[in-house]
């Protein structure tokens, strides 16, 4: 890996020459970190470039590209080479999602192109490149920290990730996997999504109720921070937290084991944050279309923090009020799949964030479909997962690629996270195909 690693690094670096640059990087976590750290790389070459942070690489974003730059797109571009193969531009994909080659003159950097194949996400892929580039680029690692734990890798310590941990001088703590584990454990506990606690995510009387019985109080004006527990208090906290969890027996993601883990802390902003926050705040500001705050502070601009931090409340208030929405409102349940339609009541930006939230809760069983739907204009977005941290036998791309042969539309992902974006008018054809897909066909890897 590291040679073709290298390969590509000269490769780009020749090209960008005297070439005008243009960069293509996805809203989330990990494309908005890979997207700083290509900035930050380009800039200490003194290259000018432009920017542009998109949901989905769609025919119409391809359209748009200009035609006089060399194009990098990051966290996105595998699912799409037919389409780019059309372009005059030259091109270079940094990305970690499924990828069906086809003879063409894109330059792909791509983990499931490697025979040693190891688990890496854009923003990891993205600094490893920077840094054969220049060992100046090594301050960079941090950004690729927030987005492997921004795409949940964090579990997954495999021999290159382990080397960029170490590179970004990450501190590593054993505790309860709730963030932030460096503020008040009131403020974590009430806002906490993964693992959706019934009666204290988003009930603030439930989560003191909770502090009351297993007598943690407040120290001075405020609570205690997670990471600040003692081993008793910790034991204590995830007891009463197993015993809010409705949990299926079945389900491992809920056993206490599975409760606890590593919880990483950086030097972020002179400060020493719980990175999965920082990881969370660069996603909802890219979810709550605020990607130029996200970016801002990925490049350490210190006043974008706060307008950061009032984005990222109300995108929690979103998710909260999404998942609320959910629960109250009916769903079309079948054999082991779900259909939840959030309509105009949940944003599509954040569709897919509640999918992921519920696969990973207790509220449907292990191997259950979740499919989440949200208009977006004259549109809708789609996104699977599926239910608990066992592997399926089931593909989910494969189901979002033969909705969109079906139907028309744009679709993506990997196996066990997918999704794609419809007409309106096709919301009840879309249903019904999927019941067909699931009550008589079967989903083949």
């Known amino acids: 890996m590291e040679k073709t690693i290298k390969e590509f690094s000269e490769l780009l670096l020749e090209k960008i020459k005297n070439k005008k640059i243009h960069i293509v990087s996805h809203y989330d976590t990990d494309g908005i970190t890979s997207a700083a750290i290509f900035s930050k790389t380009l800039e200490r070459l003194n290259k000018q470039f432009s920017l542009k942070i998109i949901k989905q690489l769609t025919k119409t974003e391809i359209d748009a590209f200009p035609k006089d730059k060399l194009i990098i797109l990051l966290d996105l571009g595998s699912g799409s080479l037919k389409e780019l193969a059309n372009l005059n531009n030259e091109i270079f994909i940094i990305d970690h999602h499924e990828i069906e080659l086809i ?16 688990n890496l996400c854009s923003a990891e892929l993205s600094y490893l490149v920077s840094r054969d580039i220049s060992e100046e680029n090594k301050d960079l690692s941090n950004l690729a920290i927030l987005g492997m734990i921004g795409d949940t890798m964090e579990k ?5 990730r382990n080397k960029i941990i170490n590179e970004a001088n990450v501190k590593i703590k054993r ?16 806002y906490s999504a993964r693992p959706f606690i019934p009666g204290i995510t ?11 019985e297993i007598e ?5 004006k405020n609570y205690k921070s997670l990471i600040d527990l003692d081993e008793d208090e910790m034991k204590k906290l995830v007891t009463a937290i197993m015993l809010r969890l409705n949990y299926h027996e079945s389900s491992k993601e809920l056993e206490p084991t599975n409760l606890i883990g ?8 002179n400060r020493i944050e719980d990175a999965r926050e920082i990881s969370a705040i660069i996603n909802a500001c890219g979810r709550m279309e605020r990607t130029e705050i996200a970016l801002m502070l990925c490049l350490g601009n210190t006043s974008a923090r706060k307008k950061a931090e009032t984005v990222y409340l109300k995108y929690k208030q979103n998710i909260i009020s999404g998942l609320k929405y959910i629960e109250e409102n009916s769903k079309i349940q079948g054999n082991n799949y779900i259909i939840i339609n959030g309509k105009d009541k949940i ?13 990973f809760s207790s509220v449907y069983k292990e191997g259950t479909i979740i499919i989440a739907m949200a208009y977006n204009e004259d549109k809708i977005k789609i996104s699977t997962r599926v239910a608990g941290r066992s592997k399926s036998n089931k593909s989910l791309r494969d189901l979002m690629n033969h909705v969109t042969a079906c139907l028309g539309g744009e679709s993506g992902g990997h196996k066990e996270a997918a999704g794609c974006v419809i007409k309106k008018n096709d919301e009840e054809r879309f249903i019904e195909l999927v019941k067909k897909k699931f009550e008589y066909e079967t989903i083949t890897v």
């Open 103 to 118: 003879d063409s003159k894109i330059y792909i950097l791509n983990n499931h192109l490697f025979n040693n194949y190891e």
């Open 156 to 160: 997954d310590i495999n021999k290159t």
């Open 175 to 190: 505790g309860l996997l709730i963030y932030p584990s460096t503020r008040p454990l009131d403020k974590a506990l009430q």
């Open 202 to 212: 988003g009930d603030p009387k439930g989560t003191l109720d909770l502090l009351k």
């Open 216 to 220: 943690i109080e407040k120290s001075g």
């Open 262 to 269: 590593n919880l990483y802390l950086i030097k972020f902003l």
């Open 347 to 359: 944003k599509d930006t954040i569709i897919g964030t509640l999918a992921s939230i519920l696969s």
